[in-house]
C-alpha cells in the first residue's frame, strides 16, 4: 500500500505504508542510534513525534517482551528505509510491522530517509504527517500540519497513581515525567526503595513518604509548559538530594532560575559528552529537543558539570547552594552506553552523606 | 562489524557487514561494555581490537582475541565508517586526547564519539584459489585470503552484490555454473562444505527450492541474511520471466537498487545491456551519491566520500574544476599487489602538482587511494564499466587514467573508450596492440625486433596443434592477465590438456596464446615516454632465469652481468616500442636473452608491478612524471634527461615473499605462473650483502656449518649442482642427495650421504627432515608421476617443518654467495634510502 509523507514546507517523499493503516500528525525528529528502535519508540520523551531512523535497515532483529522503555509506543509515526519483515533473534516473539499495528502506529518505509534527515538537519525539526489514506490530500492537511504541537505531554505518560517498589537500600521518590523502565531498573540495582510519584503530586505529598532521595524522571515535551513541577522542584531544593536526568535536569534548571532552548534538531543517539571534573568524555545515549542555556544561572549556585562534545551544549549541571545534580543524557540505558552508570553511584552516595550530615 | 559465518572462519576469511544487523541493542551494548572494559583494564591507549562469539539463543558471550593495536579490521572499521582509526591512534600516541582531535570529516566535532552510519557496508576476502587450483579451499581458523573487497550500498543486498562484481572473479550476480549438475541431495552434502564458494552454493540451494530452515540448520548462518540472500535469489528468477517488454520500471528500479548491474538484467531478460540501460534512461532510473560522513547526514561534512543508491538525492556535486578520474587496482591480490595503490597515489599527487582534481573510484578498503583525504574526491564503487561510466557521466571529467590500476582499470580502457570517454595516456587502440598477438607481432616485425615464436589459439586442438608446431617445451597462458594467471611450462601433450582444462574453468574472453619457451636470463624495464623521447629509469635483471615468473624471482638493480651490446639492444626496442605504441605514460617491457640475443618476451603499456621499485632505487618519482606527462608535460620539463638514466653505486635486490604455510596442498615449486604475495627490498653496496640483506628480510631462515642440505635435481640440473654442492661443503655442511645425484656428486669428490627416496622405504628424505637432520633442501622440480608426487610431499613437508626449500638454482647459487659472505645481520650497514636521490 502506497504512503505519502508530507512536511510542514510542502516536501512529499511518496513511500510504502507500514504499521497501522490512516493519517497521523506530528513533529518529526530523526534517531541516529544504529540498534534501538523499540527502546526508542516506547521512550516516553517521543510522546507525540515522529521517529525518522536514519539506519536503513529496521526491523532486523523484531520485537521482544524485555526491551521496550514503557508500556507501549509513545511515538506517533515512524518512518524507515527498510522494514524487515522476517526478525530473525531468539528474543524476537513479533515483527516490528505486526507490533506496529497491534499498537495502532502508522508509518512508512521506502523513502530517501538521508534526504529527509538533512532537511531536517538544514531546516531544523518540522511537523509533519504520515498517510496511507488513498483520498489523503496534502492541501486538506496543511493547517493541521502547521499548527500541531504537544501540548503537556507529561499529563498523557506519567503514572496515573504512586507505585511502590520495595528495597532494602535508600528511599528514592521517583517523580515520573514520563520515566523510562532502565532508569527503575538503575535504581533497583542499587538496592533502593523507590516510590514512583504521578507528575501532578504536590511536595509535600513527596516529602511525607520520607525518602532519603529525590530522582527527576525524564519525559517528553518543552520544559517551560510544565510549570506546576517546576513549582514543586522549587519546593523541594535543599530538602532532600535531588538527581534529575532529561526533562528533570531541564526542570531543575527552570526551578533554580535558569532558562531553556529548543535545539533545531535535537539529540536523538550516541552523543560524546565531558564531564568536566573528571577531564573525561563519554559516549551517551540521548533523546531531546530542548537544553539548558548556561548564561541565566548564576555561577554561584550553578556550575555545569558536562557538556555536549559536538555542539558545547549543557548536558549536566551540578548545584552548589543545594545538594542537587542533573545530567541531560541517560546515565544508563539499556538501549544505549552504559559508563555513566556512575551518575547512579554518586546519587546513592549523595543521599548516604546527606542522611548522615543530618544525623550528626 | 558482524561476521556472516559463524565462528570457526578466521574473520579475515569471513564475510563481514558493518554495522552489526542481527543484533539487539541489549546484546550490541553488552559486547559493547565487554570491549570498553577489557579497554580500560588493559590501559589501551591507541587503538584495540577485540573479537566476540556471540551464542546466537542466548546472552553467553565469549572473548576470541583482543588484539592490543590497529588491526586488520581497523582498516575495514575505517573505510566503513570514515573513522580514520590509525591517525587519531597517532595523535594519541604523541600525547592528544580524543577530545582534542578534530574530526576531519565534519570538521566541526571531534575524534571522541562513536561513528553511526546509515548504510550497509559488506566486505568480502578475495582468496588465491583461482590462482592456486590445487590448493585446499577449505576455511577455518587459518587465513587464506590475500585481499579484500569492500561495497557500500543502503540495503544489504545492494552493498552485497557490489562486493561480489569488485572481486573480478567473472561473477556478477549469485547465479554461477557451480553446483549446476549436482542433484539436491549432492548439493545439501555441498553445504556442509566451509569453503569460499559457500555464498553460491547457498544460493544455488535457496534457487532449488530447499527450506532456508535446513542450509540455517547446516551452515549456521543467521536466518537474516539467508533472507537476504534468498532476496537476490527471487530477483534473478523474478527477471527471467520477464523481456525487455514486459519489464516494468518498477521491476527495473528493484533490481537496480539489489545492486544488479545493466549487464546481468540483460542477460536475464535476453536483452543487451545498451537496451537496459536505454530503458533507465527512458524511465529516469540512475545512481545517485550518497556521502559518508560519520554521523548519518546529523552535521554537515567537508569530506567527499560517495557511493552509489538509486534513490532520488544524489549529494555528489561536482565542481566545475578540470579533473581526472583515476582508476584503482581493486582487491590485492597475487600478481596485483599494493604496487598499484602506490602508483593510483602518486597519480593523484601528480594530478594535483598540475592543478588537476583528482578522483579515485576503487573498493579495496586496505589501500591509501581509498583515504578520503588522498584524492580530492573518492568514489567507493566496484570497477566494472557501468559503475564507472555512471561516475564520469555525473562527474563529467576531462578524462580517465586507467594506467595506474592493475589489469582492474587496463581492462576497462576499451569499454569506457567505447562510450567516448577521455583516456589520458597511451591510447586503448595501442593498449590493445601490445595484447593482441597478431597486431603485436605486425608492430614488431616492422621495427626487426625479435620474440619467441608463438601462436594464438582457442581450442584444445589449436593448442596442441602450435605446442607440436613450436617444438616443446612450450608456455601456455591466456592473454589480458596479470602475474602469469593460469600461466604455465608445457613439456608434452598430456600438459597441454590439463592446463586447458584448468585455463577453460573460467570463461575466456581473449585468446590463449601459445609461445617457444626459451630458457635464458630475464630481464625487465620500466620506461616513461611522452610520445616523442623515453626515458628508462633502470634495467633490472632477474636472477632466475625464464621460466620463473619475473614476480617470484630475485630481480636486482642496476644488472649484475649485462654485456654493453645486450644493453644498447634492451635501450633501443624499449625505445623502439614505446614509440610504435605511441605510449603516453608509463611502459614495462620484458626480455629474455638467449644466445646473446634480446628477444622481447611481453610489452605491458601501463604501470607494472616493479614500478614503485624502480622509482624508490633510480629516486625518479615515475608515475607522478608520468602522470603530468599525460597531462601535457614532456620529459624535457624534468630533470631526469632522456635514454638509460645513470646508476648508482648501491645494489637493489629484492626478494619475494611467499605464503606456502597458510595455503594447503599448494605446490611451492616456483614457475611461469606467480605465486609470491609480497617482496622486499635489500639495498647494499655490492649485490651479495643486498641479496643477503633481501633473504633475511624475506624470512629466510639460513642454515648454520654443520647443518644437513638435502639435493634433489632433475637429471639435467645435474652438471648445474655441483659447483653449487661443492660450495656448502665448504662452508661446512653436511651433504644429502638421492640415489642418482648423491652418486653423482660423489664421483666429483663432494662428500654427499645417500638417502632413500620415497618409495624406497625408511629411511628416507622425509624421515631425515622430520628427524631435524635436514635444514635447506635444493630441489628442481621433475616431470613424471611417482618424482612429481615425491617432490610436491617433501616441498609441502619442507614448508610444514619451516626448512628453507629452494626450487630454483639460480637463488640456490645466490644464497651460496650470502652464506661465503660469511656476515652476522648485526654487521650489515644501514643504507638510506636517499642514497638514490641524485
Known amino acids: 500500500m502506497k504512503a505519502v509523507l508530507v512536511l510542514d514546507d510542502g516536501t512529499q517523499f511518496v513511500g510504502e505504508a507500514i504499521g497501522a493503516a490512516g493519517t497521523c500528525v506530528g513533529e518529526i525528529v530523526f534517531y541516529t542510534g544504529m540498534t534501538g528502535y523499540q527502546e526508542v519508540l516506547t521512550d516516553t520523551s517521543c510522546k507525540g513525534q515522529i521517529i525518522a531512523m536514519t539506519y536503513p535497515l529496521i526491523g532486523n532483529y523484531g520485537v521482544n517482551e524485555g526491551d521496550n522503555e514503557s508500556g507501549r509506543p509513545q511515538a506517533k509515526g515512524i518512518i524507515v528505509r527498510e522494514l524487515c519483515r522476517e526478525p530473525s533473534n531468539w528474543r524476537s516473539t513479533m515483527s516490528l510491522d505486526d507490533y506496529l499495528k497491534s499498537h495502532h502506529i502508522i508509518g512508512i518505509q521506502g523513502i530517501d530517509t538521508r534526504a529527509l534527515t538533512r532537511k531536517l538537519r538544514d531546516k531544523g525539526t518540522m511537523n509533519g504527517a504520515i498517510s496511507s489514506d488513498s483520498d489523503f490530500r496534502p492541501e486538506e492537511w496543511r493547517e493541521r500540519i502547521k499548527s500541531y504541537s504537544i501540548i503537556k505531554p507529561v499529563d498523557e505518560v506519567t503514572s496515573r497513581e504512586v507505585v511502590h517498589y520495595e528495597g532494602g537500600g535508600y528511599r528514592v521518590a521517583l517523580l515520573d515525567y514520563g520515566v523510562r523502565t532502565d532508569m527503575v531498573q538503575a535504581l533497583q540495582n542499587r538496592g533502593c526503595e523507590i516510590y514512583i510519584f504521578p507528575a501532578n503530586v504536590t511536595a509535600d505529598r513527596i516529602l511525607d513518604a520520607d525518602p532519603d532521595g529525590i530522582m527527576l524522571s525524564n519525559g517528553p515535551g518543552d520544559p517551560k509548559d510544565c510549570g506546576f513541577q517546576i513549582q514543586v522542584i522549587k519546593e523541594l531544593l535543599g530538602k532532600k538530594p535531588v538527581f534529575g536526568i532529561g526533562l528533570g535536569h531541564q526542570l531543575a534548571a527552570l526551578a533554580n532560575g535558569g532558562d531553556t532552548e529548543k535545539l533545531k534538531y535535537g539529540h536523538r543517539g550516541g552523543y560524546p559528552i565531558k564531564d568536566l571534573a573528571q577531564d573525561k568524555t563519554y559516549i551517551t545515549s540521548q533523546n531531546h529537543g530542548y537544553a539548558v542555556l548556561p548564561d541565566k544561572l548564576d555561577p554561584k549556585k550553578a556550575v555545569v558539570s558536562h557538556i555536549n562534545m559536538n555542539d558545547n551544549t549543557v548536558e549536566g549541571i551540578r548545584y552548589l547552594d543545594t545538594p542537587t545534580f542533573t545530567v541531560q543524557f541517560y546515565p544508563q540505558t539499556s538501549s544505549g552506553a552504559l559508563e555513566t552508570a556512575y551518575l547512579f553511584d554518586e546519587f546513592v552516595t549523595l543521599m548516604a552523606e546527606f542522611k548522615n550530615s543530618r544525623r550528626l | ?838
Open chain 2, 1 to 838: 562489524m558482524e561476521n556472516i559465518d559463524p565462528v570457526g572462519v578466521h574473520t579475515g576469511d569471513s564475510i563481514v557487514v558493518a554495522p552489526t544487523q542481527t543484533l539487539t541493542d541489549k546484546e550490541h551494548q553488552m559486547l559493547r561494555s565487554a570491549a570498553l572494559n577489557i579497554i580500560t583494564t588493559l590501559g589501551i591507549e591507541g587503538g584495540c581490537n577485540c573479537q566476540f562469539a556471540l551464542h546466537p539463543t542466548s546472552f553467553e558471550y565469549a572473548v576470541i582475541e583482543v588484539n592490543p593495536r590497529v588491526s586488520r579490521s581497523s582498516a575495514l572499521a575505517s573505510k566503513a565508517t570514515g573513522y580514520p582509526i590509525a591517525k587519531v591512534a597517532t595523535k594519541i600516541a604523541v600525547g592528544y586526547g580524543l577530545d582534542e582531535i578534530k574530526n576531519a570529516v565534519t570538521g566541526k566535532t571531534y575524534a571522541c564519539f562513536e561513528p553511526t552510519v546509515d548504510y550497509c557496508v559488506v566486505k568480502i576476502p578475495k582468496w588465491p584459489f583461482d590462482k592456486f587450483v590445487r590448493a585446499r579451499r577449505t576455511l577455518g581458523t587459518q587465513m587464506k585470503a590475500t585481499g579484500e573487497v569492500m561495497a557500500i550500498g543502503n540495503s544489504f543486498e545492494g552493498a552485497l552484490m557490489k562486493a561480489v562484481r569488485s572481486l573480478e572473479l567473472g561473477i556478477k550476480t549469485l547465479e554461477t555454473p557451480l553446483c549446476k549438475e549436482l542433484d539436491d541431495t549432492a548439493l545439501v552434502s555441498r553445504l556442509h562444505n566451509i569453503d569460499d564458494n559457500r555464498l553460491l552454493v547457498i544460493a544455488e540451494a535457496i534457487r532449488r527450492g530447499i527450506a532456508l530452515e535446513e542450509i540455517h540448520s547446516i551452515t549456521m548462518i543467521d536466518m537474516w541474511f539467508l533472507g537476504k540472500f534468498k532476496n537476490i535469489v527471487a530477483m534473478e528468477e523474478l527477471l527471467k520471466t520477464e523481456t525487455l517488454h514486459t519489464l516494468t520500471r518498477e521491476t527495473l528500479l528493484k533490481a537496480k537498487k539489489m545492486g544488479f548491474l545493466d549487464e546481468v538484467i540483460g542477460k536475464y531478460i535476453k536483452a543487451g545491456k545498451k537496451q537496459v540501460r536505454e530503458k533507465r534512461r527512458q524511465w529516469g532510473i540512475k545512481p545517485s551519491y550518497k556521502m559518508v560522513d560519520t554521523c548519518a547526514a546529523e552535521f554537515e561534512a567537508q569530506t567527499p566520500y560517495y557511493y552509489s543508491s538509486y534513490d532520488e538525492y544524489s549529494e555528489s556535486v561536482p565542481t566545475k574544476h578540470k579533473k581526472v578520474i583515476v582508476l584503482g587496482s581493486g582487491p590485492i591480490r597475487i600478481g596485483q599487489g599494493i604496487e598499484f595503490d602506490y602508483c593510483s597515489v602518486h597519480s593523484v599527487w601528480g594530478l594535483k602538482e598540475e592543478g588537476y582534481e583528482a578522483i579515485i573510484i576503487n573498493n579495496n578498503p586496505e589501500t591509501v587511494s581509498t583515504d578520503f583525504d588522498t584524492s580530492d574526491r573518492l568514489y567507493f564503487e566496484p570497477l566494472t564499466p557501468e559503475d564507472v561510466e555512471e561516475i564520469i557521466e555525473l562527474e563529467q571529467p576531462d578524462g580517465v587514467i586507467a594506467q595506474f590500476g592493475g589489469q582492474t582499470a587496463i581492462k576497462l580502457t576499451n569499454p569506457l573508450a567505447d562510450q567516448g570517454v577521455k583516456i589520458f595516456g597511451t591510447g586503448a587502440k595501442d593498449v590493445d596492440a601490445a595484447e593482441d598477438r597478431e597486431k603485436f607481432d605486425e608492430i614488431l616485425e616492422a621495427l626487426s625486433i625479435p620474440r619467441p615464436k608463438g601462436y594464438t589459439i582457442f581450442t584444445f586442438e589449436e593448442a596442441l596443434n602450435a605446442a607440436n608446431r613450436l617444438g616443446y617445451p612450450v608456455l601456455v597462458r591466456p592473454s589480458y592477465v596479470l602475474g602469469g594467471k593460469g600461466m604455465e611450462i608445457a613439456y608434452s601433450d598430456k600438459d597441454i590438456e590439463e592446463f586447458m582444462e584448468i585455463i577453460n574453468m573460467e570463461e575466456q574472453e581473449h585468446p590463449i596464446l601459445v609461445d617457444k619457451y626459451m630458457m635464458g636470463k630475464e630481464l625487465e624495464v620500466d620506461a616513461i615516454c611522452d610520445g616523442e623521447n623515453v626515458l628508462i629509469p633502470g634495467i633490472m635483471e632477474h636472477l632466475d632465469r625464464a621460466g620463473i615468473h619475473s614476480g617470484d624471482s630475485i630481480s636486482m638493480y642496476p644488472p649484475q652481468s649485462l654485456s654493453f651490446k645486450i644493453k644498447s639492444q634492451i635501450i633501443d626496442y624499449t625505445e623502439k616500442l614505446a614509440k610504435a605504441l605511441h605510449v603516453i605514460g608509463v611502459v614495462n617491457v620484458q626480455y629474455v636473452v638467449f644466445n646473446d640475443q634480446t628477444y622481447v618476451i611481453e610489452v605491458n603499456p601501463r604501470s607494472s608491478r616493479t614500478v614503485p621499485y624502480i622509482s624508490k632505487v633510480t629516486g625518479i618519482p615515475m608515475v607522478k612524471m608520468a602522470t603530468r606527462i599525460m597531462m601535457g608535460k614532456k620529459l624535457s620539463d624534468f630533470p631526469y634527461g632522456t635514454g638509460l638514466y645513470n646508476q648508482g653505486e648501491y645494489v637493489a635486490v629484492k626478494v619475494p615473499v611467499f605464503s606456502f604455510e597458510k595455503l594447503h596442498n599448494v605446490d611451492t615449486s616456483l614457475g611461469p605462473e606467480m605465486k609470491s604475495t609480497g617482496e622486499v627490498l635489500g639495498i647494499a653496496k655490492n649485490v651479495h650483502e643486498a641479496t643477503l640483506k633481501g633473504l633475511i628480510g624475506a624470512g629466510f631462515k639460513f642454515p648454520e656449518p654443520g647443518d644437513g642440505i638435502l639435493f634433489t635435481v632433475r637429471d639435467t640440473d645435474k652438471h648445474e649442482v655441483i659447483d653449487l654442492a661443492d660450495g656448502f661443503e665448504r662452508l661446512g655442511y653436511k651433504l644429502y642427495a638421492t640415489g642418482k645425484t648423491a652418486l653423482y656428486l660423489n664421483q666429483h669428490a663432494i662428500a654427499t650421504n645417500a638417502v632413500r627416496k620415497l618409495h624406497e622405504g625408511s629411511p628416507n628424505i622425509i624421515d631425515l627432515m622430520e628427524q631435524g637432520k635436514i635444514k635447506m633442501i635444493i630441489n628442481t622440480p621433475t616431470k613424471g608421476r611417482d618424482s612429481e608426487r615425491d617432490g610436491f610431499q617433501i616441498r609441502r613437508k619442507a614448508v610444514e617443518r619451516s626448512i628453507l626449500c629452494l626450487t630454483s638454482l639460480d637463488t640456490a647459487y645466490a644464497v651460496l654467495g650470502c652464506l661465503q659472505m660469511n656476515k652476522k645481520v648485526e654487521n650489515l650497514d644501514i643504507v638510506n634510502l636517499d642514497v638514490f636521490k641524485k
